[in-house]
């Protein structure tokens, strides 16, 4: 039985800290106010323009957010490099694409089997991998997205070469999105309504819930692996249970992201999955800013569209795109929005002016032999 006197008390602080700034102008208020105008605009954006150009590419922009955002998990939160993270996207796309077209489920009703099959991908591959650190994890994980394309390309239930046409949009109950809806005489056809529902649910899903994961028990757990193993071990933090729980924390949002990616555009094939996109997905977490929720935005927002307002330079215009990547790597190389960024006009956390600490002595002298 412990008692007061036998407990351990960690030992008060020389300084007092300063209080955190509050008012619009704190960090975590105003960053708050951001997100919040920015996803009201998202939602407003259709009555301003709605064409269908417009709405597809900002519905795929979305869905690179929430992949991303599964990737900053890993990457970002827990320090895995993973460079075939896409696989985990065509799980996902592959087992709802092929229990809505060859069996009659509901996109809906895929999700429980998508999760399974998330979770039993990124156990198989993350269970006697994840021991590995740095560079050879990246080449086993590149092999494991070589394998899923590969293998889909060769089986007859993924459609082989072909891949699977006429995926479904989401429906619920027995009402479509196909169906569209008029609300106060304004018609929203299956685009529209597919473009709110990857909004709300899963730009807003995976924003909130990056953000709790990132600031709980088990953020700071990643964050520690990610800092330096060894030492988080030493503090009794299981390295491995960690790093597994992140990579199958990926998995899920990847295979989610898959099921979107499979809906928007009714069709997939092996070429959906290639390296080139994993490559792009981990340059949107670098670009952005790895841990960073507002960088990861920033950074998939950057390489989605990016190529599309640079279409007008035709042949010219993936070069260009290239350059521009450089270019920021090179002027902001912890990439657009680092994780600890605070905007210069901001209210900043002042530390009180203090006496400075001296040497502290040994805890107790050596006795003198007698």
């Not at 992949?67 to 890993?74: D, H, P, Q, S």
Request: aromatic share 12%; charged share 10%.
């Amino acid at each position: 039985m412990t008692t007061d006197s036998t407990r351990l008390h960690a030992p008060a602080p020389f300084i007092d800290r300063a209080p955190q700034p509050s008012g619009i102008l704190a960090p975590n208020t105003f960053m708050k106010t951001l997100g919040a105008v920015c996803f009201v605009t998202a939602l407003v954006l259709p009555f301003i323009s709605a064409t269908p150009y417009l709405i597809s590419i900002l519905t795929s922009a979305f869905i690179y957010i929430v992949l991303a955002m599964g990737l900053n998990v890993v990457v970002g939160y827990a320090g895995l490099l993973d460079l075939g993270y896409i696989a985990f996207m065509a799980v996902g796309a592959y087992t709802s694409g092929i229990l809505t077209t060859r069996f009659g489920f509901s996109m809906l009703e895929t999700i429980p089997f998508v999760v399974v099959a998330c979770i039993i991908a990124g156990v198989i591959i993350g269970g006697p991998t994840l021991r590995l650190r740095t560079d050879y994890l990246a080449i086993v994980t590149l092999g494991f997205g070589e394998i899923v394309r590969i293998t889909a390309n060769n089986l007859t239930v993924t459609g082989g070469p072909t891949g699977i046409h006429g995926i479904p949009t989401w429906s619920f109950f027995g009402w479509s999105f196909a169906d569209g809806v008029t609300i106060g005489g304004l018609y929203f056809n299956s685009k529209i309504l597919f473009y709110y529902f990857v909004l709300v649910v899963g730009v807003g899903g995976a924003v909130v819930a990056a953000a709790r994961l990132g600031k709980g028990k088990m953020g700071r757990a990643w964050k520690s692996i990610r800092d330096d193993e060894d030492v988080s071990e030493a503090m009794g933090i299981n390295g491995y249970r960690t790093k597994l729980m992140a990579y199958v924390i990926g998995a899920i949002w990847g295979g989610f992201a898959g099921t979107l990616m499979g809906a928007h555009l009714t069709a997939i094939s092996p070429n959906s999955f290639l390296f080139l996109y994993s490559a792009l997905v981990l340059m949107a977490v670098v670009l952005g800013g790895m841990a960073s929720t507002p960088g990861v935005i920033i950074g998939a927002l950057f390489v989605s569209l990016a190529p599309e307002f640079l279409r007008e330079f035709s042949e010219w215009r993936f070069l260009l795109f290239g350059l521009l990547l450089v270019v920021t790597m090179v002027f902001r190389p912890k990439g657009i929005w680092p994780e600890n960024a605070v905007l210069p006009f901001l209210k900043k956390r002042q530390v009180p002016a203090h006496e400075p600490v001296g040497a502290t002595g040994p805890v107790a002298e050596p006795e003198e032999a007698s």
